[in-house]
């Protein structure tokens, strides 16, 4: 692009979280900063850093981290990056997963270690509040109502804005509504694998944003030669513009976070922003995938 600022991340729409804190549809999520295995510092850290402050540039508001990205790398790299965050900027992370090492993730609910990981994030964050705060993964050895209960306290304390869980079906999220208001849920979608289906069309009727993950199917949806091939060169895009923008269209509460390393990936995702899909071509694309 050979602007230097722009707002075409704007084009995706608007969505309030919990109804009061709005956010740009279309964010990033940082896990591809980090070193392989989401282990580690990144290859190039200036990069990094690049890709943060140039998803501001493009009208990104919303960005998706966790403390076991690096362990501590992303978040460290989002304060690197962009603090002091412009007023619009909305930081989302998680607690829940601990590592061991490279692609190892454990979860661990203990209402003391949730907190922890809340006051740790706060402090690499540079935040006096976290704007969403996720848990992770429901940890099956611990009663889910005293995981959600953690979030809900530190919710009262002022330390937590808005509560969200990862990686949950319809029964668990109606089971965390009845100790906090949930107003986020982030699980694996895409136009390939769309088993979260309820839970979508339940975020949907109550409200609740949507944080598909994976929303590229790590490049299966992208590949040159890959499903989404032709329709792409007939909407003069990429495939992977055209996986987001089926994404957008899906639903008014999703907000996808494409990840990437790379500013020219970056850009090109979000331009994904500026395609509007027909009624006939959601539909097409939905069947080819």
């Given amino acids: 692009m050979s602007d230097t600022t722009t707002d075409i991340a704007a084009g995706s729409g608007t969505f309030e979280i919990g109804g009061d804190l709005p956010v740009v549809r279309l ?7 980090t070193g392989d295995g989401v282990w580690g510092e990144p290859r190039d850290r200036g990069e990094a850093v690049r890709v943060l402050r140039r998803a501001v540039e493009l009208g990104v508001t919303f960005f998706d ?3 076991s990205y690096g362990p501590f790398v992303a978040e460290e790299l989002l304060h690197e990056a962009l603090h002091p965050y412009a007023d619009d900027v909305v930081i989302a992370t998680k607690a829940g997963l601990t590592r061991q090492g490279p692609g190892i993730w454990t979860p661990v609910g203990n209402p003391a270690y ?10 690499r964050l540079g935040l006096e509040t976290i704007d969403l705060f996720q848990l992770h993964r429901i940890d099956p050895d611990v ?3 005293d995981q959600v209960g953690e979030l809900r306290k530190l919710q009262d304390e002022g330390k937590v804005r808005h509560i969200g869980l990862s990686e949950v079906d319809v029964d668990e999220l109606r089971a965390a509504q009845e100790v906090a208001t949930i107003a986020t849920v982030q699980n694996l979608f895409n136009l390939a694998d769309r088993s979260a289906e309820p839970l979508l069309e339940h975020a949907e009727a109550n409200g609740i944003g949507f944080i598909p993950w994976f929303p590229l199917a790590t490049g299966e949806l992208s590949k040159a030669d890959g499903p989404l ?10 495939p992977s513009q055209l996986a987001l923008a089926w994404l957008l269209r899906r639903s008014p509460v999703m907000l996808p976070i494409p990840g990437t390393s790379s500013v020219a990936h970056l850009e090109s995702n979000t331009a ?3 395609i509007e899909l ?3 071509e959601f539909e097409a694309l939905g069947q080819i995938a």
């Fill in 278 to 280: 027909s009624d006939a």
């Fill in 114 to 123: 949730l907190r922890q990981q809340a006051e740790l994030s706060l402090r």
């Fill in 272 to 274: 994904a922003a500026g």
């Fill in 143 to 145: 009663p889910l109502e």
């Fill in 229 to 238: 091939a032709a329709a792409a060169k007939e909407h003069d895009a990429t």
């Fill in 65 to 67: 981290t966790a403390d």
């Fill in 27 to 33: 964010g990033y999520g940082t896990m591809q900063l």
